[in-house]
């Protein structure tokens, strides 16, 4: 049996494990990919990509190559809740309410956070342009139709043996560190992993599915239609959604229904019974539409006990399950595979130690702990939603006289449509979570804290106030150089820590140079204001970065704060060691310099 030695072997070829596998090597850290099925998935999956998510894309060289193919923020700026996609009874065709989403519309403050927008890309798609920028990067270093037979450990290395489905040859594949992004199938039973939550919260089918539905279609901005008719609430009567590829209003090529059943109803396997129901609940019963596939799939909302396991590491669906309610599960995925990748190259070119690593957990676990509750909460408030527009489930007759009173022009009807606008108010939480998508921040891990305490959150997740605060995403602002303007989150480049001064940080300008002579750390230091070579034009960045002209910020290669300090310091180069050391978990200075490979690179 032939054996392979690795740096990190990732299990897993979905957007997180493909993700991983970019990020590594965009940071010059060699990987194996091995993905038991032979070419990506044929069903849509997630589809909705936030800003933090094409924020990471953008520093990994891939955003220009999603949004070329992805549809544009102004197609995807509205969810609705309608009685039906067709019919011609009086209550067929009825809106009862549209909101605005990720960013579109009057939601102006997304665009002033980022310099991305969110957009619309189902996995579908999507992971296959992964991959081949992933081969691109990695041209031996992905293996498809290959399984995972066994994996263990010792404190040195895991070995893993590798099964060629096709071929049924093993080889052993020896690494210094696993990411498990298989969805929790393999590898977190090996290591013991356990998920806590809610689980079967409901079985759900998914119609992926070619048709013209644009006579019925009647808004080009819309993402989503949730439909809720007298017999069954939201998830049963279907949710209908534009997939593109080419055309993205109304003419959407293709399209997606979920639609819900009970856990114990066996007709949910029943797949001949799929189309007559789907042209049931849609009310178009000709409809002739191109199946290309159905998918079945569990909602549930649970996390796992443990992220590390010595030298594994669980990521994506392995480590966390979302319901599809606020499209928080492939972006959170995309951005464990961020956080963690950083933290295996350096400790891989030793230039943190294995502490770091430890870290991972304490940070992105704590965020998906939020981000699975609040996938519940908004999944959940659905219920809410449909009684606020007058369902009473198991009550046809009852439900139909409501929804006639919903849409009279009478008090009474006034009245209906206010509170439901009261409803929406809570369910605004699944669409409009703007400071959940790009505010979450570690208080603990790879930080330097400075005893400041953090902005207080919206409750509702929408109002998102940045800031500099150790553990934040660092603030996005336009700047100009030399003629080109740039996002202060371009300013962090693959692998490099980053020092952002001011017009008056010429010490510490030469701290960071004495301290990476030392260390053998990148760090890249930058000046930004008047006279700086970064010039804050629109004065953005001096209204955020909430430090003096003398001041630093220091921000790690994932674009979170790592340490600050608010002005300039009596000895900078003692300062910034110890910041360096204490979040790099890194021995103190002066010993085991050698070990600090990496090069200097002071711009």
Partial sequence: MSERRV???IVGGGGCGLSSSIAL????TESLLVERHPSPGRLPKARYLNQ???EVFRQIGIADAVYSRSMPLKYISKIRWCTSLAGDGPLDRRTFYAIDSFGGGPLTAYAADSPCESTLYPQVRLEPLLRAE?????PDGLLYNHELVTL????GAVRARIRNRATGDEQTVVADYAIAADGGRTVGPIVGSRFTGATNLAEMVTVYFRADLSQWWDDDHAMTTWFVNPEGGSWSSGVLGKLGPTRFDRHSEEWMFHFSFRPDDPARFDEASLLPRMRELLKLPDLQPDIIGIGHWTVEGVLADRYRFGRVFLAGDAAHRHPPTTGLGLNSAVQDAHNLAWKLSAVLKGQASDGLLDSYETERRS??????KWALLTFQNHQLTDVGIGLVRGDGEVSRRNFAAFFADDDEGRTRRARLHQVIGVQRMEWQAHDLEIGFYYDQGAVFPDGTFPPERDPMGGRYVPTTRPGHRLPHAWLDRDGRRLSTLDLIGAGAFVLITGAGGDGWREAAMAVAARSGLTLKVVSVGDGCDYVDAERAWLRLREVNEDGAILVRPDNHVGWR?????????AVLNDALGKILSRPA???????????LAVA
Avoid: I
Avoid at 25 to 28: C, P, T
Avoid at 367 to 372: L, W
Avoid at 589 to 599: E, L, Q
């Fill in 152 to 155: 263990d450990q010792d404190r």
């Fill in 134 to 138: 992933a081969e691109a990067r990695n």
């Fill in 7 to 9: 740096p990190v072997l």
């Fill in 589 to 599: 200075a002066g010993r085991n310099a050698a070990a600090w490979s990496a090069s």
């Fill in 25 to 28: 090597s965009e940071l010059g």
């Fill in 367 to 372: 965020v998906a702990d939020r981000n699975v």
């Fill in 565 to 573: 300090s608010f002005s300039a310091q009596a000895d900078p180069v």
């Fill in 52 to 54: 933090r998510t094409m």
